[in-house]
Antibody
Framework: QVQLQESGPGLVRPSETLSLTCTVSGGSIGTYYWSWIRQPPGKGLEWIAY???????NYNPSLKSRVTISVDTSKNQFSLKLSSVTAADTAVYYC??????????????WGQGTLVTVSS | DIQMTQSPASLTASVGDRVTITCRASQSISSYLNWYQQKPGKAPKVLIY???SLQSGVPSRFSGSGSETDFTLTISSLQPEDFATYYCQQSYSTLFTFGPGTKVDIK
């Protein structure tokens, strides 16, 4: 059974770069699309970006200028970098696998999430 | 962007009640609509994909319907473990967007 685990600093200073890694276990990162999704405390969900194991990417236009997503198939990991962070980027960050069929695309499974706080 | 709205924003119900949550898209999304359940401190869990397909392992009291712009999630008989927040999500566009959520509380 595939499991995902986010890792990275829980505190980032304003204007710096947030960096997170998602490690996939129990299965290969190959043949799937992988996403980052975030949720500010007490608020809803925002999709950030996805990457295919081959390196194809897609970004949310609202964050595109600040986001980079990458994949390391040798480590079965994918990563997120968000630059020039502000307090508005404080959120729980989730990684998730995208499942696809004729019914579209949905996120399953998800990592447990990691809270990143932007503060000086 | 395709905007998703949900109603109600919250509801209070009793165990055994039939509960219906509505999701509306700002444009037609065919049947590319998914439903998630999120409990406090936990990641969302997919319940329904493709508007009406039940994810493996999800109890059959959950069902989804709708197409184009209007969708519903129905819980036929609310159980104690169903008190949570429910989100819809569209995948018609690869700019994936979620609804604001519906919180289901205990009466």
């Amino acid at each position: 059974q595939v499991q995902l685990q986010e890792s990275g600093p829980g505190l980032v200073r304003p204007s710096e770069t947030l960096s997170l890694t998602c490690t996939v276990s129990g299965g290969s990162i190959g043949t799937y699309y992988w996403s980052w999704i975030r949720q500010p405390p007490g608020k809803g969900l925002e999709w950030i970006a996805y990457i295919y194991y081959s390196g194809t990417t897609n970004y949310n236009p609202s964050l595109k200028s600040r986001v980079t997503i990458s994949v390391d198939t040798s480590k079965n990991q994918f990563s997120l970098k968000l630059s020039s962070v502000t307090a508005a980027d404080t959120a729980v960050y989730y990684c998730a696998r995208q499942s696809r069929d004729f019914g579209g695309t949905w996120f399953d499974p998800w990592g447990q999430g990691t809270l990143v706080t932007v503060s000086s | 962007d395709i905007q998703m709205t949900q109603s109600p924003a919250s509801l209070t119900a009793s165990v055994g009640d039939r509960v219906t949550i509505t999701c509306r898209a700002s444009q037609s999304i065919s049947s590319y609509l998914n439903w998630y359940q999120q409990k406090p401190g936990k990641a969302p869990k997919v319940l329904i994909y493709g508007a009406s397909s039940l994810q493996s392992g999800v109890p059959s009291r959950f069902s989804g319907s709708g197409s184009e712009t209007d969708f519903t999630l129905t819980i036929s008989s609310l159980q104690p473990e169903d008190f949570a927040t429910y989100y819809c999500q569209q995948s018609y566009s690869t700019l994936f967007t979620f609804g604001p959520g519906t919180k289901v509380d205990i009466k």
